[in-house]
T-cell receptor
Framework: DTAVSQTPKYLVTQMGNDKSIKCEQN?????MYWYKQDSKKFLKIMFS???????INETVPNRFSPKSPDKAHLNLHINSLELGDSAVYFC????????????FGSGTRLTVV | GEDVEQSLFLSVREGDSSVINCTYT??????LYWYKQEPGAGLQLLTY?????DMKQDQRLTVLLNKKDKHLSLRIADTQTGDSAIYFC??????????FGQGTTLQVKP
């Protein structure tokens, strides 16, 4: 059983398009995250939601909009895609204690051409 | 500020021990973590250590924590080719998020 699942796994799109990445977790966690991993493998947090409420919003262009319809889902919508948005985007979830850290999805590789 | 640093690359021979080092800045971190990322995959939690511990052992993995120097290390005994991956150190910040290091690529030569 997949704990944190993201779709799609690969996404190739043209500059200027709008795209969404979906994430779902079945662990009963109350907090979900989006991280961006660049070509040098550096991981940077973008957003965090706790029980559908936005709690972390790092310096991210407002073309990126997260949406959490319920605590098991956190989707990422990106408008007007740019070449620099090409990266691997990871969804993760955790419980409040963070004792077990995050559980990550397998990532979505976004390529903007 | 919050910062986690690791060396970028380590190469060892199969059967040797690997030691991956990490330094962090937030002295209030309660948990510190080691994650493993294999090519094309997400990050997998390997182990964590609570800040009131100095050492934690889990099979081939040994984590050492030096709080005074804010230094964390991961030792992998009897390193195998399947251990080749990127290893990330992370600390839990006082805002609740995890701050990751840049990752150490471990190359295991047969």
């Amino acid at each position: 059983d997949t704990a944190v699942s993201q779709t799609p796994k690969y996404l190739v799109t043209q500059m200027g398009n709008d795209k969404s990445i979906k994430c779902e977790q079945n662990l009963g966690h109350d907090t979900m995250y989006w991280y961006k991993q660049d070509s040098k493998k550096f991981l940077k947090i973008m957003f965090s939601y706790n029980n559908k409420e936005l709690i972390i919003n790092e310096t991210v262009p407002n073309r990126f909009s997260p949406k959490s319809p319920d605590k098991a889902h956190l989707n990422l919508h990106i408008n007007s895609l740019e070449l620099g948005d090409s990266a691997v985007y990871f969804c993760a979830s955790s419980d409040t204690t963070l004792r077990d850290g995050y559980t990550f999805g397998s990532g979505t590789r976004l390529t903007v051409v | 500020g919050e910062d986690v640093e690791q060396s970028l690359f380590l190469s060892v021979r199969e059967g040797d021990s690997s030691v991956i080092n990490c330094t962090y800045t937030d002295s209030s971190s309660t948990y510190l973590y080691w994650y493993k990322q294999e090519p094309g995959a997400g990050l997998q939690l390997l182990t964590y250590i609570f800040s009131n511990m100095d050492m934690k052992q889990d099979q081939r993995l040994t984590v050492l924590l030096n709080k005074k120097d804010k230094h964390l290390s991961l030792r992998i005994a009897d390193t195998q080719t399947g251990d080749s991956a990127i290893y990330f150190c992370a600390e839990r910040s006082n805002t609740g998020k995890l701050i990751f290091g840049q990752g150490t690529t471990l190359q295991v030569k047969p």
